[in-house]
C-alpha cells in the first residue's frame, strides 16, 4: 500500500472515530450528564460540559504546531474561547492563553510539577491509550498513585504542583490546556468555579440559558 492511501485510510478511521465519539457525548448531554465534582486535591471536574469540544477536536487535528518547552502546541483563538461560557467568565477574571498540545506515541512525561503555572484547566481532547497520573511521592523507588480519567468534553481543574506524569501508549494524544497571564493557583480555580467570583445562582442560570 502506499503512503498516500495509508494516509487517507489512516485519515478516514480518524474521522470516524471522532465523529463516533461526539455523538456518544451528544447523546451524553441531552440524558442531562454532567460531570461529577470529584473533589480531591489533585483535579476537580467543572459542572458543565464544553460547548466548543467539537471545534478544538477540528482545530486539534487539523492544525499546525509549534515548538514551545520541549512540547507542540498550538494556540487556541480567544473568539473560540468565548463561545463557552464557563471559560469567558474565567478569562475575565484570569486572562489567559488557551492551547493544544499534541504529545507522540510511545512517548512519557515525567513525574514532575510544573513551573511556568501553578494550576490549569486541561480537557482532553482525543487519545488512543494514554494515562495522566498524580503521586503525593515522585522521588520514592515506589509510590501510590491516583489516575485522571478524562471523560469527553469535561473541563479539569488541574493542580499542577503535585507531582503528575503522563504516559502515552499509542497514537497522537490532543490536550486543550490554559496558561494564565498572572499566577493562578489551583485553589484559584477551585474558588471561582464553586463558590463563585462569579455568584454560583447567576452562573447556573447562564450556563443552562446557553444550553437551550
Ligand atoms: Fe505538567
Given at each position: 500500500?502506499?503512503?498516500?492511501?495509508?494516509?487517507?485510510?489512516?485519515?478516514?478511521?480518524?474521522?470516524?472515530?471522532?465523529?463516533?465519539?461526539?455523538?456518544?457525548?451528544?447523546?451524553?448531554?441531552?440524558?442531562?450528564?454532567?460531570?461529577?465534582?470529584?473533589?480531591?486535591?489533585?483535579?476537580?471536574?467543572?459542572?458543565?460540559?464544553?460547548?466548543?469540544?467539537?471545534?478544538?477536536?477540528?482545530i486539534?487535528?487539523?492544525?499546525?504546531?509549534?515548538?514551545?518547552?520541549?512540547?507542540?502546541?498550538?494556540?487556541?483563538?480567544e473568539?473560540?474561547?468565548?463561545?463557552?461560557?464557563?471559560?469567558?467568565?474565567?478569562?475575565k477574571?484570569?486572562?489567559?492563553?488557551?492551547?493544544?498540545?499534541?504529545?507522540?506515541?510511545?512517548?512519557?512525561?515525567?513525574?514532575?510539577?510544573?513551573?511556568?503555572?501553578?494550576?490549569?484547566?486541561n480537557?482532553?481532547?482525543?487519545?488512543?491509550?494514554?494515562h495522566?497520573l498524580?503521586?503525593?511521592?515522585?522521588?520514592?523507588?515506589?509510590?501510590?498513585?491516583?489516575?485522571?480519567?478524562y471523560?469527553?468534553?469535561?473541563?479539569?481543574?488541574?493542580?499542577?504542583?503535585?507531582?503528575h506524569?503522563?504516559?502515552?501508549?499509542?497514537?497522537?494524544?490532543?490536550?486543550?490546556?490554559?496558561?494564565?497571564?498572572?499566577?493562578?493557583?489551583?485553589?484559584?480555580?477551585?474558588?471561582?468555579?464553586?463558590?463563585?467570583?462569579?455568584?454560583?445562582?447567576?452562573?447556573?442560570?447562564?450556563c443552562?440559558?446557553?444550553?437551550?
Open positions: 500500500m502506499s503512503a498516500i492511501l495509508e494516509k487517507a485510510a489512516y485519515d478516514a478511521a480518524y474521522e470516524a472515530a471522532t465523529a463516533a465519539w461526539s455523538r456518544y457525548n451528544a447523546a451524553r448531554i441531552a440524558a442531562g450528564y454532567v460531570a461529577e465534582p470529584a473533589s480531591t486535591e489533585t483535579m476537580i471536574a467543572l459542572k458543565y460540559p464544553s460547548s466548543i469540544w467539537d471545534n478544538l477536536i477540528a486539534a487535528l487539523d492544525g499546525e504546531y509549534k515548538e514551545y518547552y520541549g512540547f507542540n502546541v498550538l494556540i487556541v483563538p473568539q473560540l474561547i468565548d463561545n463557552d461560557k464557563q471559560l469567558a467568565a474565567l478569562r477574571k484570569y486572562p489567559f492563553t488557551a492551547g493544544i498540545t499534541k504529545m507522540e506515541p510511545n512517548t512519557v512525561y515525567n513525574w514532575h510539577k510544573d513551573t511556568n503555572r501553578s494550576g490549569t484547566i480537557m482532553m481532547l482525543w487519545n488512543e491509550e494514554s495522566c498524580f503521586t503525593q511521592d515522585a522521588e520514592a523507588r515506589v509510590s501510590q498513585v491516583e489516575e485522571l480519567i471523560e469527553p468534553a469535561t473541563y479539569y481543574i488541574f493542580n499542577t504542583q503535585t507531582s506524569m503522563v504516559v502515552n501508549l499509542d497514537g497522537d494524544r490532543y490536550m486543550f490546556t490554559l496558561e494564565f497571564v498572572d499566577n493562578v493557583t489551583y485553589e484559584n480555580l477551585v474558588d471561582f468555579f464553586e463558590l463563585g467570583n462569579v455568584k454560583a445562582e447567576e452562573f447556573d442560570n447562564w443552562k440559558e446557553s444550553d437551550d
